[in-house]
């Protein structure tokens, strides 16, 4: 049956108005020095993504979520300029109470070559931005975190999959109540690949992909994909 002009309308009218809803439900903190430089970072980023975006000098900034801002996806851009990984780590620890669950955490201006990344996954570190990344590859990372997946190099993933794999060879595995077609994707999921490569390589759609991950997700009651990529290291 075709479509009349008015129903293609209202379609791209709700679809419209879906993305305006899923955009006030995000926000971005660009958390860092007050510097020119990470107030021109927030414009931009609110302009290319429409997100509001916050520029806090510190963690402690950002704040516990209220209670009106509970189902709200927050991004938590850190800037690491000038950082040492034990920098890091201290202040991450000293506030993860103001983290919760629901928020994202992506370090920036990162130094190639530092080895922070393995040590501080554990912490519960979505992204990684390095000091060469182009502004399209923030924009590409930004939107890939706020649909629930790691921006994160494959190398840096497998090693640190692989380092917790030998710190516990033989622990005992968990029984697992997945279909088959749900370890194909989550075993995908723990090789490094996005919602995207997952549909094209199990020929499903990516709405298909995320239907399968919150079914994954509640199965082996892990609350993100970083976590569900552990289990699988653990237990596949």
């Not at 030998?166 to 279909?179: A, G, R, V």
């Not at 996005?194 to 199965?219: D, F, G, M, Q, R």
Request: aromatic residues 8%.
């Amino acid at each position: 049956m075709h479509k009349t002009a008015n129903q293609i309308m209202d379609a791209q009218y709700g679809l419209q108005a879906d993305h305006e809803i899923a955009l006030r439900d995000r926000a971005i903190y660009v958390v860092g020095p007050i510097k020119l430089q990470n107030s021109l970072m927030a414009s931009f980023l609110e302009q290319e993504t429409g997100v509001k975006c916050h520029v806090v000098e510190k963690l402690n900034s950002v704040g516990i979520s209220t209670e009106g801002e509970q189902n709200r996806s927050r991004l938590i851009l850190w800037d690491c300029f000038g950082k040492n990984l034990h920098t890091c780590i201290l202040e991450h620890e000293a506030n993860q109470d103001k983290i919760s669950l629901q928020d994202f955490i992506a370090l920036f201006n990162l130094s190639s070559g530092l080895g922070i990344e393995r040590q501080i996954l554990q912490k519960g570190v979505h992204g990684f931005f390095y000091e060469h990344d182009t502004e399209e590859v923030f924009i590409k990372g930004i939107s890939a975190i706020f649909d629930g997946e790691l921006w994160i190099p494959r190398k840096i993933m497998a090693e640190y999959i692989m380092s917790k794999k030998k710190t516990n060879p033989f622990q005992k595995k968990q029984p697992i109540n997945l279909t088959p077609r749900e370890i194909d994707i989550l075993s995908l999921v723990a090789s490094g690949a996005t919602n995207t490569e997952i549909a094209e390589e199990l020929y499903i759609s990516p709405c298909t992909v995320k239907t399968h991950l919150y079914h994954i997700y509640k199965k082996i009651n892990v609350p993100n994909r970083l976590q569900a990529t552990l289990w699988a290291a653990e237990n596949l």
